[in-house]
């Protein structure tokens, strides 16, 4: 197996001159501040070049410093703050697109704040699903990129219909691409969603105990029939609002436990079992997906699993599938106390102690 042996870090939030050598399993224990989850972002953000806390990339970069850098093996992300916000991707030493970067080193993250996949609002849903298929298909993470132009394009002659600038013949060239990638989006995440209900039920009965239980992951879209006749009947409403209000963007996913909605009837410990399950199902996807595809000397196929604070989450029953979970892939957890963490996870781990800044 493939696996992250070195990682560092230069004025990346907290962390000016960092460097972490990295085994299989790693345990990195520290007080709250003291960066332990600063080094999971910049793992994620090597994968997918998104953070999982920080929509805006610039508040990555330290304070007093003008640019940030990570590097992993070959591969190296740089975002510089001035004269405009940069970031640039690199594999060998030579500049490549975010696009063929992305997925290089495939990640999935749990940490206490991913119960708002189900609870949160549907662009959380939505997020997730985007993050984990364009780490292992670079068409649709085109397709995603594709569609934010579009989509900006669109908005923008709906504010000219708007002010009666533009004439209502032009949306039909901004619709018929629209159309066309929004339904390829959907038809991915819909592919992918099969995927997780072909296994989430039956990983959730083994972390619930009940065998009875079935979850599944419901896809909808928010509109009924074609999306193109839908955009024909609803001309009037996208120009007084002068937004683009159907389409792949504003889909939903629901999680239904038992034939009800999670977000409305779900109790906590329900939750978190779900969660879990999910982000089993989700490093099964990766780790399958990625496989299919040929797979380098600097690419790995099996998704680094990185854990932030999540055991003092979970009671005992969780806590060991979570632990046989870890054994499996290459892992990074973060913990403010290693009491937290099985005795026998602990035994086999290299263990990263943090001091408090």
């Known amino acids: 197996m493939f696996m992250i042996e070195r990682l560092k870090l230069e004025n990346f939030r907290n962390h000016i001159n960092f460097e972490l050598k990295l085994d299989k399993t790693n345990i990195i224990v520290g007080k709250n501040g003291s ?34 850098r990570i590097n992993i093996g070959d591969l190296e992300m740089f975002l510089g703050r001035e004269p405009r916000f940069c970031l640039r991707t690199r594999k060998h030493g030579v500049n490549i697109k975010l696009s063929d970067f992305v997925g290089l080193i495939p990640s999935v993250i749990l940490s206490p704040e991913s119960i708002s996949i189900i609870t949160g609002s549907p662009r959380e849903r939505r997020r997730f699903l985007d993050i984990m298929i364009s780490q292992t298909n670079q068409e649709y993470l085109l397709d995603l990129i594709e569609y934010k132009k579009i989509q900006k394009q669109r908005n923008s002659l ?39 209900n072909a296994r989430i039920s039956t990983l959730y009965q083994n972390i619930s105990g009940r065998e009875a239980d079935t979850l599944k992951l419901k896809y909808l879209q928010n509109y009924d029939g074609e999306l193109l006749a839908c955009l024909a009947r609803n001309y009037d409403r996208e120009v007084g609002a002068k937004l683009s209000l159907f389409g792949a963007h504003r889909d939903n996913i629901l999680f239904i ?72 892939y290459q892992s990074v957890t973060t913990t403010t106390e290693i009491d937290n963490l099985p005795k026998e996870l602990v035994k086999s781990a290299n263990i990263i102690r943090l001091e408090s800044l």
Not at 168 to 181: A, G, M, P, R
Not at 259 to 285: C, H, P, Q, T
Not at 312 to 322: A, I, N
Request: with cysteine; hydrophobic share 40%.
């Open 35 to 68: 960066g332990k989850t600063n080094i999971l972002e910049s793992i994620a953000l090597l994968s997918y070049c998104r953070s999982f806390r920080e929509e805006d990339k610039k508040n990555l970069i330290n304070l007093k410093s003008e640019f940030s």
């Open 158 to 196: 709906l504010i000219n219909l708007n002010k009666r600038l533009a004439k209502k013949e032009e949306l039909d060239f901004w619709n018929d691409q629209f159309v066309k990638i929004s339904d390829k989006i959907r038809n991915e995440r819909k592919k992918s969603i099969g995927y997780i």
């Open 257 to 328: 436990l038992n034939k009800l909605d999670m977000n409305n009837y779900a109790s906590r410990g329900e939750l978190k079992s779900a969660v879990l399950a999910l982000k089993m199902a989700e490093l099964n996807f990766i780790q399958e997906m990625k496989s299919k595809r040929e797979v380098t000397n600097d690419c790995i196929a099996q998704p680094i699993l990185l854990l932030d604070d999540i055991f003092s989450e979970f009671d005992e029953g969780r806590r060991s599938h979570l632990s046989k979970l870890i054994l499996q």
